[in-house]
């Protein structure tokens, strides 16, 4: 005879998976901070920093296509900003990944960048909106690519 709950077992390990993996959303495993870090006539300039969980790591600017995705930030279409080159980042990890059988490059646990931006039209202003598209990843699992949007603040008052 069948145990009753028997097919009960498989719907509660579904649900506990499905709980666990939401959990694991991008915004609870990286935690970004951006500041306007300075201003000038037509130039402002600004420091984002990622404080990434222990264990998770996030794709560089330079990881080369064909494996995971790279960081990116962007300016929203709307706003009369634009990014110069090149963004000066944190020092980063190398490491061949069997899962993509390629070199994957990427940050651990805190990562900064600085922009350099382009203001045309009106003066800068005390905000800056900043989308930040990343890929993180842990030893198991990598989560879907995510776009955050954050706005960078000036620091004086």
């Known amino acids: ?22 959990a694991q959303r991008p915004s609870d495993v990286v935690k970004w901070d951006a500041e ?16 990434i969980s222990d264990g998770w790591h996030v794709y560089a600017l330079s990881q080369p296509s064909g494996g ?11 706003s009369s900003i634009t990014l110069s080159s090149p963004i000066l980042e944190t020092k980063v990890v ?12 990427y940050y651990l646990k805190t990562a900064s960048f600085d922009l350099s931006l382009k203001v045309g039209g009106a003066a800068p202003g005390d905000t800056l909106p900043v989308d930040v ?16 949007h954050i706005l960078a603040t000036s620091k004086r008052r």
């Open 36 to 51: 306007i870090t300075g201003t000038k006539p037509g130039m402002q300039s600004a420091k984002l920093t990622a404080t």
């Open 1 to 22: 005879m069948k145990h009753p709950l028997r097919g009960y077992r498989s719907l509660f390990l579904l649900l506990g998976s499905c709980s666990a993996l939401h």
């Open 68 to 78: 995971p995705t790279p960081l990116k930030f962007s300016i929203p279409s709307a």
């Open 94 to 105: 190398r490491h061949f990944d069997p899962n993509f059988n390629m070199e994957t490059i």
């Open 133 to 148: 598209r990343f890929q993180a990843c842990n030893d198991r699992l990598c989560l879907p690519p995510y776009t955050t």
